[in-house]
């Protein structure tokens, strides 16, 4: 047996050297499950788990990484199923129990525990016992492994080898074996362990390779993550107790841990494997717990695709969206308490995430103007306090899509002059930016040939294209304005004018401007 245990305070072993471990720790699990192998073969059970035990001994290795220390468990989880497939022939002539009892002896917790998990997934498919008690059981004994590492990947293979073994609704193990209930309080309690664990990780060794490690945790993240996805799979899981205690229970696990990765990947699982009707009847708790995040998560991207999900959604189905819930309010209210939460989220991510919201209102409440004048006016409004000077290019960016969008989604430009808030947007730009949106919209009133049809909404009109017809702050010298530039931006004012109704008063109005 190898003896590669590491030590506190023992440095990090290079890659070379830790490539050599990984081929004398294989070679050693290959030997012991040979020898497994041929005793079960021969009935020879206790000797069978001897050699399990020194087999799995290999996993208590601290000095693999754990892309390393994956390849090792996956050798060693293949063996362990040769012994399971043995265990469930009941050829051994033991009862299950006694058996269960029976691999508690071995000398090393670690072996101890897979060990007990390999014979606890028999015993439960026996239905010989209870599922709820051997899963308890399972799970509270797994706490005995607690290096960052090993019980990480411990509880990963609890997980895996009980996976098809849940009480849930119209399951063979509930009933006597248990209720979904019981079955949530397992994958939660491991799914805390295991995030405890995982972020652990995160302060092992020297500070010099935290954004190693950083990398090393972000290929792990799946195996945290396989436990929200279990739990969504539960039939019996209903939205009341999702809703009441499920949910609560992860959001309060993911904000105390104040781990940026776990943060930022457990909150995307949560929205991707939930379904959508659990996220409208919880969208206060989910945007709640997005302002109390570390400030380095990308909030943004969480909410984006939070919206973006409900708004396809909504669209497709808007039967199924109760009129008690106010999808709109409920993310304008709370996105600005995240706001205030944050404290200094950058000005882009606020653009980009009212974006977002723009698109859901005329996506889901096409006909509802006020919810993007709400937008647009928020936005207006944040703009404006920003303290800098000079909007950044990002920023300008998603002031750009954000004004185009509502010309795209109308294609009709009498509904942007209704839009009380679309120039206070506008005036936030500086003269070249202004001058693209006024070009955008004479384009899309003249490629939709939009009529214009009073001298109040010519006025209105006007005042979007001020940069196109009149002199203003912030334009290039007269020399150095392009020449065919300003003949194309003339013409285009001059084919607006034959939207323009042709009565006295709007004629007056034209006159008088010119």
Request: proline letters at 4%.
């Amino acid at each position: 047996m190898s003896n590669n245990k590491q030590t506190p305070g023992e440095p990090v072993v290079s890659q070379a050297e830790q490539e050599k471990l990984l081929e004398d720790a294989k070679q050693i699990v290959n030997i012991q499950s040979y020898h497994m192998k041929r005793s079960l073969d021969n009935n020879k059970l206790m000797e069978a788990l001897k050699h399990a035990s020194n087999m799995v001994c290999e996993l208590r290795t601290g000095l693999l990484s754990p892309k390393y220390y994956y390849e090792l468990y996956i050798l060693a989880l293949d063996q362990l199923r040769y012994l399971e497939m043995y265990l469930a022939g009941e050829k051994h002539g033991k009862s299950l129990n006694e058996l269960y009892e029976l691999v508690q002896y071995a000398g090393n917790i670690l072996p101890r525990l897979y060990l007990l998990v390999t014979v606890g997934s028999v015993y439960i498919k026996s239905k010989k016992a209870p599922a709820k008690d051997v899963l308890l059981d399972l799970v509270e004994m797994c706490r005995g492994v607690q290096h960052p590492t090993r019980g990480l990947f411990l509880r990963n293979y609890l997980s895996e080898m009980t996976k098809d073994k849940l009480p849930d609704e119209g399951s063979e193990y509930s009933g006597w074996g248990g209720s979904v209930k019981d079955s949530i309080d397992f994958i939660v309690s491991n799914f805390v362990e295991m995030n405890k664990l995982w972020v652990r990780m995160q302060h092992q060794g020297p500070v010099r390779e935290r954004e190693k490690r950083e990398q090393e945790r972000k290929e792990l993240c799946i195996l945290v993550g396989k436990n929200l996805s279990r739990l969504s799979q539960l039939d019996g899981l209903n939205i009341t107790e999702y809703k009441e205690k499920v949910l609560p229970k992860i959001l309060e696990q993911i904000v105390q841990c104040k781990d940026k990765i776990a943060q930022q990947y457990l909150m995307e699982i949560v929205i991707q494997v939930f379904s959508d009707d659990f996220h409208l009847q919880t969208l206060d708790q989910i945007l709640l717990s997005c302002g109390q995040l570390n400030k380095e998560v990308e909030v943004k991207t969480i909410i984006i695709s939070l919206i973006d999900r409900l708004a396809n959604y909504a669209s497709k189905s808007p039967q199924e969206i109760p009129k008690e819930i106010k999808i709109f309010d409920i993310f304008y209210d709370n996105i600005s308490k995240v706001f205030e939460a944050q404290g200094d989220m950058p000005l882009e991510n606020i653009i980009a995430l009212e974006v977002s919201l723009l698109n859901l209102s005329l996506r889901v409440f096409p006909t509802i103007i006020g919810y993007v004048d709400r937008v647009l006016g928020f936005c207006a409004a944040t703009i404006t306090k920003t303290k800098e000077e000079k909007l950044n290019k990002n920023a300008v960016k998603e002031i750009l899509r954000l004004l185009q969008i509502p010309l795209n989604a109308y294609k009709n430009v009498l509904m942007i002059l209704k839009l009380e808030n679309y120039q206070k947007v506008m005036s936030t730009l500086d003269y070249a930016d202004r001058k693209k949106v006024s070009i955008d919209i004479a384009k899309n009133a003249i490629e939709n040939d939009t009529k214009i049809p009073d001298a109040e909404s010519v006025e209105v009109l006007f005042k979007l294209l001020n940069p196109l017809v009149k002199d203003e702050d912030g334009q290039p010298p007269e020399a150095d304005i392009d020449s065919e530039d300003f003949e194309e931006e003339q013409n285009l004012v001059a084919r607006l004018l034959h939207l323009f109704n042709n009565n006295n008063e709007t004629s007056f109005w034209c006159l008088s401007q010119s």
